[in-house]
């Protein structure tokens, strides 16, 4: 597709269970990002990974959050032992290097 | 001080009215600037990159101010359709790590 791509677009979890949520990039785009947005909140930056480089991981709340990507290619966020406060819309957003981020439809999670 | 500094409004606005938002930034090595805009429960969409000359979209004015690291936007003869959250949003000084301000809240009335 044109855009980035997220799925799922929403998922209801019961605390403590495992949430995986996944990010296609638009295609050429080398560098992808994961943010959090809780309900009336603003962005919170989680990962960032350009190209074969190192991630920039510093946004990472807790080691319950793992994100990989393969490449220039499609991204996951995983959630191990997901809490209430997890509960938010979680964005991806890909880029050319120093260009216009343009941002997915987010996977909204709620735990319960 | 957090990175990136906005006002959180709400800004209440009659139709036809001119607003401005201004956004502060700490880093004063920061590249490159831009204001998105977000509607309720919707991605984060790209409205203007801001340009150390300022720059003009229609309606939409963006200026940069360096050396009192700040950004403004100022909106002229405003809709009911701009209402919405404006978000301010920094690079680093490698132009790849964005920072988001916390975002400015609009409501134009009728």
């Known amino acids: 597709g044109a855009g980035v791509s997220q799925s799922p677009s929403n998922k209801v979890t019961e605390k403590g269970k495992d949430v995986e949520l996944r990010c296609d990039p638009i295609?050429?785009?080398?560098?992808l990002y994961w943010y959090r947005q809780r309900l009336g909140q603003g962005l919170e930056f989680l990962i960032y990974f350009q190209g074969n480089s190192a991630p920039d991981k510093s946004g990472l709340p807790s080691d319950r959050f793992s994100a990989e990507r393969t490449g220039e290619s499609v991204s996951t966020l995983t959630i191990q032992r997901t809490q209430q406060e997890d509960s938010a819309v979680y964005l991806c957003a890909s880029s050319f290097i120093r260009n216009t981020i343009y941002f997915g439809e987010g996977s909204w999670l709620t735990v319960v | 001080r957090k990175e990136v500094e906005q006002d959180p409004g709400p800004f209440n606005v009659p139709e036809g009215a001119t607003v401005a938002f201004n956004c502060t930034y700490s880093?004063?090595?920061?590249?490159?600037f831009f204001w998105y805009r977000q509607d309720c429960r919707k991605e984060p969409k790209l409205l203007m990159s801001?340009?150390?000359s300022g720059n003009e979209d229609g309606r939409f004015t963006a200026q940069l101010n360096r050396a009192s690291q700040y950004i403004s936007l100022l909106i002229r003869d405003s809709k009911l359709s701009d209402s919405a959250t404006y978000l301010c949003?920094?690079?680093?000084?490698?132009?790849?790590?964005?920072?988001f301000g916390g975002g400015t809240r609009l409501m134009v009335k009728p």
């Open positions: 949003v920094v690079t680093n000084n490698a132009g790849n790590m964005l920072t």
């Open positions: 880093n004063s090595a920061s590249q490159s």
């Open positions: 801001v340009y150390s």
């Open positions: 295609s050429g785009h080398t560098a």
